[in-house]
Structure formats: structure tokens, C-alpha cells
């Protein structure tokens, strides 16, 4: 299996999930084995973030990464469409500090990625996997991990709510069952909104990118997009809080009522005992597929930098 990139700069804007602000984002073609590259553009130039778990610096409403000089929120419904449609290398260019929240799910940031094209690139494709059986509990919440070839995750909620109670979805990620959760629209409870609304929060959150319950049931007019989209949506920001690491993360995930600060533990957890709990695997590049000479490969590498040099760039909006 190789790995892959998008074939075609592309981006797009939108609200600010925490400023309500217009807020900025392109996505762009990267060299293999460079990873997913995060740059924030402040008065003081282009600073650059990994999504690695000892980034992650806030996990209220959203999760947030970032670094002593910048930091950009509401991350995890693009990583996870990153992780599930299975692309390895990636620049994101980001005005605003902030990922627009969209319509509050995933399938905005999948018909971006696709509208880019993914390009089949030539190394080998490199993951995490599971190495040995891992517990992570706090409280009634949990996550338990066990070796899999493949991503496949195991998830209950449970929300004292007579139109939610205890939702469970059991799905393998693949970028064709990716879909089946990509359109699950984050949700919260309208007191709590008034409350944030009222501390200056979540300025940019409204009917149009989220799901709003009250104490009967949900406030938005036209409904849920699936009867289970509450356990769809918590599944796809599992996945979107997994993706924060250096390698795609492979595993059978069994999680219950999660969010993303314990995500986040666990991941950290993880990431801090690799000798024990992970094994880099790299994945077999079918037989057919030949390398590319030195010359060919420095023609993509001199392509990438021009295709990544915002002045130069001409980007498509979708």
C-alpha cells in the first residue's frame, strides 16, 4: 500500500467555530513520508504545528493544538477525514487561528479532499499499530485497544436525553465506510449554549453547524441527518483525536461515552510508552509499483515547493 497526498491545491472559509469570524484554509500537496504539517500565519510569519499528542493544549468544546508561538482550534473533523479517506501527506495553510467549523461535521472537508484529488505516491505506507492490549478508564468512560489490521472502532454513548439514551455504532474506517459518518453534525444542549454564548464562547456556533437539543428535543428544523447521528458524530471526533499522532493509528478501539480530553490522555499515554504499546509497520507496496528515478522525484519535490509557496499558488475555492 502506498502512500498518499492530494493531487491539487484547493481551499476554502468559512465561520470560526470560537470567534465567529471568518476564518481561512488551504490545503496543498506534500512530499512523501513529510506527514500532515499544520501552518498558522500570524503578524510574525508562518509558524509551523504537528498534530501530535503533547500538541494538543486544550480540549474544551474542541481540540485545539499548537505550540509556545500559535495555535489553531476545531481540528478534528479535518484530521479525521484525513485519517479516514487515508492520506499521508498534507500542508495546511491556516488564516485565523481557527479551522471553520463548516456545517459542523466532516463531509465538508471530505468533498474538499476529494475536489483535490488523492494522488498515489510512490513510498511505502507506514503505521501504528496496536502492539499489546490497553485499558484506559476514568470513571464510567473508557477506551480499550487491542491489536487489528486495520482501524476499527467499537463506540457507545450514553446521555440521560429521551431522544438520545445509549446510542452504539461498531464500524471499520475505510475511506468507503468513511461516508457513513462523515455528515454527523457535532450536538450540545441549549442551556449549555446559552451559558457559553453568555462567557463570550462558541461565538460562532448556530443552528447551521450544530445540533441543538433541548430538554424534549432537537431544536433544528430540519433534524437529525440519521436517527443515530449523536454515537456518529463522538465515533468521527474518536477518529479525528487518533489522527493526532506522526502515523496513521491502526487498532480495534472498543470506547465508551469518550470525549476529547480522555482522548487525548490515552493517545498521550500511547504516544509516551511506544516500546511497549505501538509497532511502526510499514505496508507492502504492490509488485507493479516502481520507484521513481532521483530525476523525477526532484521534478515532484520542485513542484510541491512551488505548489506550496502561497504567492506563486494559484488555489481553486470549492
Do not use: W
Not at 15 to 42: C, Q, W
Not at 73 to 89: P, R, Y
Amino acid at each position: 500500500m502506498q502512500q498518499q497526498t492530494i493531487k491539487h491545491p484547493v481551499q476554502c472559509s468559512g465561520v470560526g467555530l470560537h470567534s465567529g469570524k471568518m476564518v481561512n484554509m488551504a490545503l496543498r500537496p506534500a512530499d512523501e513520508d513529510s506527514g500532515i504539517n499544520f501552518y498558522v500565519f500570524t503578524p510574525e510569519g508562518s509558524q509551523r504545528i504537528v498534530p501530535e499528542p503533547a500538541h494538543v493544549i486544550a480540549t474544551g468544546l474542541a481540540t485545539t493544538i499548537g505550540t509556545s508561538r500559535a495555535s489553531i482550534s476545531t481540528v478534528e473533523h479535518l484530521m479525521a477525514a484525513i485519517l479516514g479517506l487515508g492520506i499521508d501527506n498534507l500542508r495546511i495553510d491556516v488564516h485565523g487561528g481557527e479551522l471553520p467549523i463548516m456545517d459542523g461535521s466532516a463531509a465538508p472537508f471530505v468533498m474538499l479532499l476529494n475536489g483535490a484529488g488523492i494522488k498515489k505516491q510512490t513510498a511505502a505506507r507506514k503505521v501504528l499499530r496496536i502492539a499489546k492490549p490497553i485499558n484506559h478508564t476514568q470513571g464510567e468512560k473508557s477506551i480499550y485497544a487491542e491489536p487489528y489490521d486495520g482501524f476499527f472502532v467499537d463506540y457507545t454513548i450514553d446521555f440521560a436525553h429521551p431522544l438520545i439514551g445509549v446510542q452504539n455504532l461498531a464500524l471499520e474506517i475505510t475511506p468507503q465506510t468513511f461516508s457513513e459518518i462523515a455528515k454527523a453534525r457535532t450536538f450540545g444542549f441549549f442551556k449549555e449554549v446559552e451559558y457559553l454564548y453568555s462567557r463570550g464562547l462558541a461565538l460562532g456556533g448556530s443552528l447551521d453547524n450544530s445540533v441543538v437539543l433541548d430538554e424534549h428535543g432537537v431544536l433544528n428544523q430540519e433534524g437529525l441527518r440519521f436517527s443515530d447521528e449523536f454515537v456518529r458524530h463522538k465515533l468521527l471526533d474518536f477518529i479525528g483525536d487518533m489522527a493526532m499522532i506522526n502515523l496513521p493509528l491502526q487498532g480495534r478501539f472498543t470506547v465508551h461515552c469518550s470525549g476529547h480530553t480522555l482522548n487525548n490522555q490515552f493517545l498521550r499515554v500511547l504516544d509516551e510508552n511506544r516500546a511497549i504499546y505501538l509497532e511502526e509497520i510499514v505496508l507492502d507496496v504492490p509488485a507493479y509499483t516502481h520507484r521513481k528515478n532521483e530525476k523525477d522525484r526532484a521534478e515532484e519535490r520542485k513542484g510541491n515547493e512551488l505548489r506550496n509557496d502561497p504567492v506563486n499558488d494559484p488555489v481553486p475555492v470549492l
